[in-house]
């Protein structure tokens, strides 16, 4: 842990609070969680509060990164803020550990969560002991838990980043990642022996959508893929900087429903509109330029007439892509309904 780093950071908020003050949103981002490396912040708004859903990372004697093996995290926590403005978010405590799934081994990779009838539910990946990536879901009475974890993973459900979108009269779960995150071993729902990487030229792998089930368990439908496409309807191809790679979420802002997400290997956040929550989606433009790290997950969330970017870089651990810190910005939208760029500040 850089104690240097989060001193600093801790008498700055110190500084403003004493002032009377609160952080300037259009400044620009800021951290909210200086005394961990927590990253990949799924935030929602439930009972009033934010509460965020990250993942943890930590120093492992894993550093080799072949397909993210260096990503060793085996616990959750969840984070609190009673409004964005806060300086710093609140540690809730342990939420669940890999110790308490039963399927999962290790790699307790980015979770979100979801509410239903007073019910609050945990989606989150891990390897299985066949070193596949899957995807549980736990249980709470409160937001912050704990969780208690199903003793199987979700039937159908896959690879990692599970984000779950609340439409009103449903509730849809999206998921996939490449490389690390396998989603390249599978096709229509069939794991493959080896990997199968989409050529250049050719439809970029897609990541997952499917109703959940109304007790919020399992999948209501197999999954079907997410269609992103350019203004001429065409699919974005594997070689395309603006194509999918990790870290979906949606949200809904004047209508429209927004599909964000990462697109790895070049390092920036996309976005697309449409007018369902399974797409297709038009690719609109870049939501979040580079970060300091090899990539960065993310989460949007609405709240008092204004919205809010929760992301992570790797600028307060030197760079090191396996220790990330959260960090919140405002985001503004132009009459057209185009999200305007967010400098993510990479060297």
């Keep these: 842990m850089n104690l240097t780093r989060n001193l600093a950071i801790l008498a ?6 004493a002032c009377g003050g609160s952080p ?3 400044d620009g981002p800021r951290y909210i969680f200086p005394s961990d490396y927590m990253a990949d912040p799924s935030a929602h708004i439930f009972d009033g509060r934010i509460y965020i859903y990250p993942s943890h990372d930590r120093i492992s004697e894993v550093t080799d990164p072949e397909d993210g093996a260096h990503y060793d995290m085996v616990d959750y926590h969840v984070l609190r803020m009673d409004s964005p403005q806060q300086l710093q978010a609140e540690d809730m405590g342990l ?3 890999v110790e308490d799934v039963e399927w999962a081994v290790k790699q307790m990779w980015a979770p979100d969560a979801a509410c239903k009838d007073g019910r609050y539910y945990l989606y989150f990946p ?8 899957r995807i549980g879901v736990a249980t709470a009475d409160t937001p912050e838990g704990p969780f208690i974890a199903q003793p199987q993973p979700i039937d159908g459900a896959y690879s990692i980043d599970p984000a779950v979108f609340d439409d009103g009269d449903a509730h849809y779960i999206y998921f996939g990642g490449l490389n690390g995150g396998q989603l390249q071993r599978w096709r229509d729902n069939e794991l493959l022996p080896e990997n199968a990487f989409a050529a250049d030229g050719q439809p970029a792998l897609a990541p997952r959508v499917a109703r959940l089930s109304d007790d919020m368990l399992s999948l209501a439908e197999p999954s079907q893929p997410v269609e992103i496409v350019d203004a001429d309807g065409h699919p974005l191809t594997a070689n ?9 979420w949606v949200h809904r802002h004047d209508g429209k429903y927004y599909f964000s997400y990462s697109t790895g290997t070049t390092h920036m956040l996309c976005y697309a509109t449409g007018d369902s929550p399974v797409g297709p989606f038009v690719f609109r433009g870049v939501l979040l330029t580079p970060v300091t790290g090899w990539t960065t ?6 709240t008092g007439g204004r919205s809010y970017l929760f992301f992570h870089d790797s600028a307060p651990s030197g760079g090191r ?4 810190s959260m960090k919140i910005a405002e985001i503004f939208y132009n009459p057209d ?8 500040g990479r060297q």
Excluded: Y
């Design 24 to 26: 300037a949103q259009t």
């Design 337 to 344: 309904g185009t999200i305007q760029t967010l400098d993510g």
């Design 240 to 248: 395309d900087p603006h194509r999918f790679f990790e870290a979906a």
């Design 321 to 324: 892509s396996s220790l990330r």
């Design 126 to 133: 891990a390897k299985d002991a066949g070193g596949v990536f």
């Design 95 to 97: 939420a669940l550990s």
């Design 12 to 17: 700055a908020a110190a500084a403003v609070a």
């Design 297 to 302: 997950h993310h989460s949007i969330v609405e």
